[in-house]
């Protein structure tokens, strides 16, 4: 059974840092094209970035450029989201997805979701 597990999500103050992981358990997402996206209260579910299968195209939200990073590890099948700088406005459940056959990973695009953790940006 294929799984996508967010970990690392909480509360942190404006300004702080946290980190968020996602382990894919059951096949191996080698070939797709990942993402992280987000959620707010009230609002529609938006990708934050996204890496191509191979890592060599990133794409991110123009809201979070410069602060957010993201990575993966093919061989421990992990996507990371090292998250900087975080303001209120950053607060949401983040999901991870996975994206089949293309290159940016999209809201249409995505074959398999997270169930998403939440962070939590106090002022």
């Known amino acids: 059974q294929v799984q996508l597990v967010e970990s690392g999500g909480g509360l942190v103050q404006a300004g702080g840092s946290l980190r968020l992981s996602c382990t894919r358990s059951?096949?191996?997402?080698?070939?797709?094209?990942m993402g992280w996206f987000r959620q707010a209260p009230g609002k529609e579910r938006e990708v934050v970035a996204s890496i191509s299968s191979g890592g060599g195209s990133i794409d991110y939200a123009d809201s979070v450029k410069g602060r957010f990073t993201i990575s993966r590890d093919n061989a421990k099948n992990t996507v990371d989201l090292q998250m900087n700088s975080l303001k209120p406005e950053d607060t949401a459940v983040y999901y991870c997805?996975?994206?089949?056959?293309?290159?940016?990973?999209?809201?249409?695009?995505?074959?398999?979701w997270g169930k998403g953790t939440l962070v939590t940006v106090s002022s």
């Open positions: 059951g096949r191996t997402f080698s070939g797709y094209a």
């Open positions: 997805a996975a994206c089949p056959g293309v290159v940016v990973c999209r809201t249409g695009s995505v074959m398999y």
